[in-house]
């Protein structure tokens, strides 16, 4: 049964700082492509920042240069750093695992980050 289970979120004024985590299981997770996902109320999901199994980033413009994406594969869990926020960061943050080979994709239930102006 695969698991992906959030942690982290909560409220934050805004300039602060947050950490995301992302515990997976039942699933080999160095070899999927692990990503945060967000979606604020009336929106639709966007993607946030992704990683693949090699390591390899990428962000969205709106929040690059003020969050970083890594993973530990020793723990099967991926982290989002996130400094600077700001009230348009409030959302909640899904986390995503994808493998391309196999086109298997998982989502977690999600952790809500809001932000305070």
């Known amino acids: 049964q695969v698991q992906l289970v959030e942690s982290g979120g909560g409220l934050v004024q805004a300039g602060g700082s947050l950490r995301l985590s992302c515990a997976a299981s039942?699933?080999?997770?160095?070899?999927?492509?692990m990503g945060w996902y967000r979606q604020a109320p009336g929106k639709q999901r966007e993607l946030v920042a992704t990683i693949t199994s090699t390591s390899r980033t990428n962000y969205a413009d709106s929040v690059k240069g003020r969050s970083t994406i890594s993973r530990d594969n020793a723990k099967n869990t991926v982290y989002l750093q996130m400094n600077s926020l700001k009230p348009e960061d409030t959302a909640v943050y899904y986390c995503?695992?994808?493998?391309?080979?196999?086109?298997?994709?998982?989502w977690g239930k999600g952790t809500l980050v809001t932000v305070s102006s």
């Open positions: 995503n695992a994808y493998q391309s080979l196999s086109n298997m994709d998982h």
């Open positions: 039942g699933i080999m997770f160095r070899v999927y492509t």
